[in-house]
């Protein structure tokens, strides 16, 4: 069945440092790639998300990117900050509009 | 409502009880989702319904669980003789279909003890 794998599953940086996380999905039908932040004993929320028409996208210190031809999408965050700690979850739309997530990275950043 | 709504937020149930959980999406969503996360796992897949029609039920772990959604708008989950393995956030979220973004409810946690 589909299937969405993440990695790594923690992740430290220091404050200021870049952290990447990276996913791959089975679905070649896929078209839609949302990410998530959760923040412990919250709901998850959207961070940014992107569609397959295009390769990459920026919103401030967090943009993505999609490679359709490899299945796999990846979250970068620059200068990050210590209020970046949280879970990230990526997820991908497939066939029949199942949105189904990855595992979770866990990020910690370290002033 | 103004974001997805899910009630109760805390259910703590006995083994073999039956229990309903609630969800109130967004106006005019006609997706909605229902997932389970455990602690340190990602949200689980268990059902998709666009309008009243259950779309999706490939992830519905066994025939212990059932949803409804019987006029497009509130679903309810129904777990039927719960196991303590059932015990978990159970999330649900809607939207407007499509590649669009899934707004989350802040979650029921079952504890079956």
């Known amino acids: 069945g589909e299937n969405v794998e993440q990695h790594p599953s923690t992740l430290s940086v220091q404050e200021g440092d870049s952290a990447v996380i990276k996913c791959t999905y089975s679905?070649?039908?896929?078209?839609?790639f949302p990410w998530y932040k959760q923040e412990l004993g919250k709901r998850p929320q959207l961070i940014i998300d992107?569609?397959?028409?295009?390769g990459e996208k920026k919103d401030q210190r967090i943009a993505v990117t999609l490679n359709k031809t490899a299945k796999h999408f990846s979250l970068h965050i620059t200068e990050t900050q210590p209020e970046d700690s949280a879970v990230y979850f990526c997820?991908?739309?497939?066939?029949?509009?199942?949105?189904?997530f990855g595992t979770g990275t866990r990020l910690q950043v370290f002033p | 409502g103004a974001g997805v709504s899910q009630t109760p937020s805390n259910k703590v149930t006995e083994k073999g009880k039956y229990v309903e959980l609630r969800c109130d999406p967004i106006s005019g969503h006609t997706a909605l989702y229902w997932y389970r996360q455990s602690l340190g796992q990602g949200p689980e897949f268990l059902i998709y319904f666009q309008g009243t029609g259950a779309a999706d039920d490939s992830g519905l772990p066994n025939d212990r669980f059932f949803a409804v959604r019987p006029e497009g708008s509130v679903s309810t989950l129904k777990i039927q003789r719960t196991e303590r393995g059932d015990s978990a956030v159970y999330l649900c979220?809607?939207?407007?279909?499509?590649?669009?973004?899934?707004?989350f409810g802040q979650g029921t946690r079952l504890t079956v003890v």
């Open positions: 992107i569609r397959s028409n295009v």
């Open positions: 997820a991908a739309l497939g066939f029949g509009d199942k949105l189904i």
């Open positions: 679905d070649s039908a896929s078209n839609y």
């Open positions: 979220a809607s939207s407007v279909g499509g590649n669009t973004e899934a707004f």
